[in-house]
């Protein structure tokens, strides 16, 4: 199967320019190896049933001899053979003007504490599943980046093909490669079930060596499927399980920091338009899949069941552009976060870039709900405008003011067209969505 370029090609790029080495880390099943495996000269894989005996013999007794083979050099699996770790690490140090010369890519589900965390040496790249964008649901034709970027880039008339029904499909069978390789729609849909069975079933135990009961494993994602894209608090999801499963809190909470390493699960932080500020320490997170596929596995949902229940696509559809704003994000050195207050004022996503520059978002279903999604951005915008208008009030004490958003945005399922309001809040298709 030909190369499929993703976002996170020149995210690795620029890593390496500053780099000697790259591990890249994220959930089973995303495309790391491929995606190093297109650079580098040399492969080594400790998976190889046929060569592993001698490649692990190697790795034990000298690892430095695979460090003669032509460069760039993939070790997939280095966890099979740790020392590999010390070993390139080492290398770095002693060849400090060398870039982009080892890669390591690795299973999510097994985690090795390492002497040296190789700070300065080996950086960390995270790969997400294939965005709208890199799966071709989306054509690509608008920059979320140029939206902040330039306020004269235009996008009106700018339009799409996707329709609802490719979008059920497309959470359903998510962001996996290897789905890009299979023909049949029901061949596609079996991969995320796969998927999420290998995660309750083993990849949890696996992942530290800590026994799991599966059951509760199980039960736990469900609940967290039930409450994809909210703030819901943890207690109330253990509540779920605790209902059919003898389990502590505190048992489940270990369970959540084990889907956590292995890439399943995902916190999206609060913002707050001040970087001082408190309020985003005490607001709560959102929830989210690392891939909304996940998720739907988990509440045995097919893309039938959205017909007659749009109110869960409603928060499915949420969760997948999240997933695709923090492959962007990765990009940009960007960062992903929301916004809810008890003033009913909420952004369901900010899109922060590192310079301060942001993009307030709000995720919709239908073409009816952006009235209402830019009446609550443009009401955002005016209490950020009259906050500081307050701020300026004296003179000769001013208090601190806030940073304006760069954009308002509607990022819309169903809309065919790309337009901007009279007020300025930019309507975006997301099969015209792209970083």
Known sequence: ?????????????????????????????????????????????????????????????????????????????????????????????????????FYLTGSSSKKINTPHTGTGRITEVTMYPMTLFETGESNGSISLFKLLEDEA???????????????????????WPRCMALS???????????????????????????????EWARTLLWSYAR?????????????DVKATQNVTDVTLSSYIDALELLYVVKDIDAWTPH?????????????????????LAALGVNPDYFINDLDLFGHVFENMVLRDLL??????????????DDMGVEADAVYQLEDGRYALIEIKTGVNKIPEAEKSLLRFKDIILKYNEKALEKEKHPRDVYKEPSALIVICANATMAYTTESGVRVVPVGCLRD
């Open 1 to 101: 199967m030909e190369y499929i370029s993703r976002i996170v090609d020149d995210v690795i790029d620029r890593k390496t320019e500053a780099f000697n080495a790259v591990s890249i880390t994220g959930p089973k099943g995303c495309g790391k190896t491929r995606t190093a495996r297109e650079r580098c000269k040399t492969v080594i894989e400790f998976q190889d049933e046929d060569k592993r005996e001698g490649y692990l013999a190697v790795a034990e007794t000298a690892p430095k001899l695979f460090l003669k083979n032509p460069k760039p050099i993939l070790f997939d699996e280095w966890q099979d053979a740790p020392k590999i770790w010390g070993t390139i690490r080492k290398a770095c140090d002693d060849n400090p003007e060398s870039v982009g010369e």
């Open 153 to 175: 880039y235009d996008i009106d008339g700018l339009t799409t093909d996707i329709k609802l029904e490719d979008l059920f499909f497309a959470v359903c069978r998510g962001g």
């Open 184 to 214: 049949k729609d029901s061949a596609k849909l079996e991969i995320a079930k796969d998927y999420y069975r290998q995660i309750y079933q083993k990849d949890i135990s696996a992942i530290d060596g800590v026994n799991r009961n599966p």
């Open 227 to 239: 409450n994809m894209a909210t703030t819901a608090k943890r207690k109330n999801i253990f509540s």
């Open 275 to 295: 970087l001082r500020s408190k309020t985003a320490i005490r607001a709560a997170k959102k929830h989210i899949f690392v891939d909304p596929s996940i998720g």
């Open 327 to 340: 492959v962007f994000a990765e990009k940009h050195n960007a960062r992903v976060m929301h916004y809810t």
